[in-house]
């Protein structure tokens, strides 16, 4: 080998470590990224973020929430969305996607939209160009409708009979008010007898004498589902 060959592969051989050191030198320097999820109505930034989404209503059929990356050293190389359990898409504007989450200025506002329903695991990872990864889960309850619960309380009124009661069912309540659901009607019965089908939740009731009565009331919700029936026994003296 002549002696320039022989500086040649001195100097590619130099380089070559070279370039290696100093990519070796600048991982050292970097910062790893990382990602939080909020609620997009407010509460903490977290890995792990945990909320319902009622898929019959459209105003609640979907989550809003916020992503927010960091990474001190700028140089994120993609955040990726995996559908761990269930199925669905995340929108941001006007796009949507199934994998590759667009990402600007650090933080923006999504939405996922589930598919159907049951239980939902969406992973989200940020990776920057020297390998480092962090991630944050969203996990969702996605229903339909759920039953309202009735309630009930008897109380002596007396106001236009020594026999009047007031039968009270403002205790109820449908158990996905936080997605627009209402108690929509009220059936009150006495000794299996019905007395009132009412949107009021509240009616005066004249019995017809001393004795004991069963008394009774079942809530329907603004889905057509029925609560449970609640009883209350009285004694009329």
């Known amino acids: 080998m002549?002696?320039?060959l022989l500086l040649l592969c001195c100097i590619a051989a130099m380089f070559a470590v070279s370039c290696d050191d100093r990519a070796d030198g600048l991982k050292g320097f970097n910062d790893p990224?990382?990602?939080?999820l909020q609620a997009q109505r407010g509460g903490a930034e977290t890995d792990l973020l945990i909320d319902s989404v009622k898929l019959s209503n459209p105003a609640f059929s979907y989550m809003p929430f916020i992503i927010r990356v960091e990474d001190l050293n700028k140089n994120i190389k993609h955040v990726?969305?995996?559908v761990v359990a269930g199925s669905g898409y995340l929108q941001y504007r006007e796009d949507s996607t199934r994998d590759t989450v667009r990402i600007i200025d650090d933080k923006g506002i999504y939405r996922f939209v589930p598919e159907h329903t049951g239980n939902m695991t969406v992973r989200f990872v940020v990776t920057d160009y020297f390998g480092e990864a962090d991630s944050a889960e969203l996990r969702l309850y996605v229903f339909n409708n759920l039953p309202?619960?009735?309630?009930?309380?008897v109380t002596y009124l007396g106001t236009a009979d020594q026999y009047e009661y007031l039968f009270?069912?403002?205790g109820s309540f449908d158990n996905d008010r936080s997605f627009g659901g209402?108690?929509?009607k009220?059936?009150?019965t006495v000794n299996n007898v019905r007395i009132a089908e009412t949107v009021t939740p509240a009616i005066p009731y004249i019995f017809p004498g001393p004795g004991s009565y069963t008394c009774k009331v079942q809530v329907t919700d603004s889905d057509g589902a029925v609560s449970k029936e609640v009883?209350?026994?009285?004694?009329v003296p």
């Not at 309202?148 to 309380?153: D, F, G, I, K």
Request: glycine residues 0%; proline residues 7%; without cysteine.
């Open 186 to 188: 009220y059936v009150f």
């Open 33 to 36: 990224p990382s990602i939080v």
């Open 231 to 235: 009883t209350q026994q009285i004694q």
């Open 182 to 184: 209402v108690v929509s």
């Open 148 to 153: 309202p619960v009735a309630a009930l309380a």
């Open 168 to 170: 009270d069912a403002s």
């Open 80 to 82: 990726l969305m995996d």
């Open 2 to 4: 002549t002696a320039r």
